[in-house]
């Protein structure tokens, strides 16, 4: 699964800013992809189930597919829904334990199904589409009747993905599922990003990469590794400069930052330290006053997500 820009971003405020100056988009935003991780995690266990992550179409209408899953001669569509708490489910809507009314997932899967089979009808690919509405908070529960209940996955029934999603034929479903990503009309990217945080409201100091804590880090001199008061891992002062200073190149983004910018982000007493992770993890521009950013290759995105999310790589 690929983390994007956007995410990354919203988790380096972790414990850097007020919860309150977050909005309430942006924090729905960052609800949603953690439910994505959580399915990706679990398909990703068997490598006998052949699926893509975030795609995009356009034909009569745009769609967003959260995941495809081609397994012997049939498509799987799972749309990925991370409430959490008590909902009544209707046909039309959903409504939380406040009363607050969402739109009928089941109608959204419906025009994503039906968008797709017009596609793929199009470029001469028949084949039959399922639809699977997935839940994968711990805490949602139904009051009600769940509509469509054989189309709706709950948390405690991720076990069941094997079954529903192996493929017996890998090459063949393989091939068939990159034929149909070479369909995508991505659009997303057209559209205005998140806002950014005024930087003057951001916190600095060194967060722990391990609990994601700010200003517990106990620091002895002349010593390699450090110790975080709140979750007691040991790290290694290197890693801990390094993951620090690639948050700061994730905050500024394009406008990267300054070596004195970094001494002062991770309140350090080494600048040579500084200048040696930001050497070695970042691109520069300048000679004698270099600005470093973020080269934003995939095999970087995926490892600090990885960092962030406690992922082994």
Known sequence: MKYKLDMLYLKALDSRIEQTDFQLELR???????????????????????????????????????FLVVHNNQLSILEVKNYFGDFEIYETCMKNAYNHQ???????????????????????????INEYLI?????????????????VLLRSEFYKFPKLFQSYQIATDQQ????ICQLQTPFSH???????????KINKGLKCPN????????????????ICQNCNKTIKRDELYRFN?????????????????????????????????????????????KKYYLNLSDEQLQSLGNLYWNIKN
Request: one cysteine or more; hydrophobic letters at 35%.
């Open 28 to 66: 729905n935003k960052m609800l949603g992809f953690e439910g994505e991780l959580a399915v990706d995690q679990m398909l990703n266990l068997s490598n006998q189930i052949i699926y893509r992550h975030d795609l995009e179409f356009v034909a009569h209408k745009q769609i967003q597919i959260d």
């Open 102 to 128: 969402y739109p009928s997932p089941f109608i959204q899967m419906d025009t994503t199904k039906n968008t797709l089979n017009q596609i793929l009808y199009s470029n001469n690919i028949k084949i039959p």
């Open 135 to 151: 839940f994968p908070n711990e805490t949602f529960s139904a009051r009600t009747t769940i509509p469509h209940r054989s189309k």
């Open 176 to 179: 068939l599922l990159q034929q």
């Open 190 to 200: 057209k559209y205005k990003s998140i806002d950014k945080v005024d930087f003057s």
């Open 211 to 226: 609990c994601k804590s700010i200003h517990t880090i106990i620091f002895e001199k002349f010593k390699k590794f450090s």
């Open 245 to 289: 200073i690639l948050e700061l190149a994730i905050i500024n983004g394009e406008s990267g930052f300054t070596i004195d910018e970094a001494v002062d982000w991770c309140e350090a007493k080494n600048i040579f330290t500084v200048k040696k992770i930001c050497n070695q993890n970042l691109s520069s521009t300048g000679e004698r006053y």
